[in-house]
């Protein structure tokens, strides 16, 4: 066999790996490569903060609805008016949490964060699941308010400190867990 197609293996100084082995001939190249690529593997696609404008995106979105929310407190829902922004409140409210969580979602996965993720994502798929509910029952009593039905207000002010108190706590475990994003 001449020297000229023998085969001989080079291993890289300090290594022990295996697959740092390569072929003298054109292989440390490809064998630099492929380490390479082995390190990128693990690593996230995306910048730190990317995940964290994520959220914060939600948090902006929570924290509307706080803020929206509270004048409704002063004012009596049973104007025609005011009962239909009310209504619309709640029906952007949940599209935006469902869209901004969906954002959140992905932002969190490419970077790597797979807990995260899927709270997020239990996060938004929970407000496009509940926002159907939670308009029938504001519907329900708005048309029991019509009919005659005088505690339908005091339901109604109800669904509306749930709404704002549920979202306070999303806002908190939002805001106390950001701080483990980056």
């Not at 009310?86 to 409210?93: I, K, M, N, Q, V």
């Not at 019509?146 to 549920?166: C, K, Y």
Request: aromatic share 8%; charged share 15%; proline share 4%.
């Amino acid at each position: 066999m001449s020297a000229r197609h023998s085969r001989s293996v080079v291993v890289s100084r300090g290594s022990a790996d295996p697959c740092d082995a390569h072929e003298s001939r054109g292989g440390q190249l490809r064998a630099l490569l492929l380490s390479e690529l082995r390190k990128l593997a693990g690593e996230p696609m995306v910048p730190d903060v990317v995940p964290l404008y994520g959220v914060v995106i939600v948090l902006f979105s929570l924290i509307y609805f706080s803020l929206a929310a509270m004048p409704f407190l002063l004012v009596r829902l049973d104007i025609p008016e005011v009962s239909r922004l009310f209504r619309g409140l709640f029906s952007a409210y949940f599209w935006m949490v469902g869209a901004t969580g969906l954002l959140a979602t992905v932002a969190l996965a490419v970077s790597g964060r797979m807990a995260f993720t899927g709270a997020m994502l239990l996060l938004a798929a929970t407000a496009m699941a509940v926002r159907g509910r939670v308009l029938q029952l504001i519907d329900g009593q708005l048309a029991a308010w019509q009919s005659g039905d005088l505690a339908a207000m005091r339901r109604l002010r109800m669904i509306h400190w749930g709404g704002m108190l549920a979202n306070i706590v999303i806002i908190a475990t939002l805001a106390s867990s950001a701080r483990f994003i980056p």
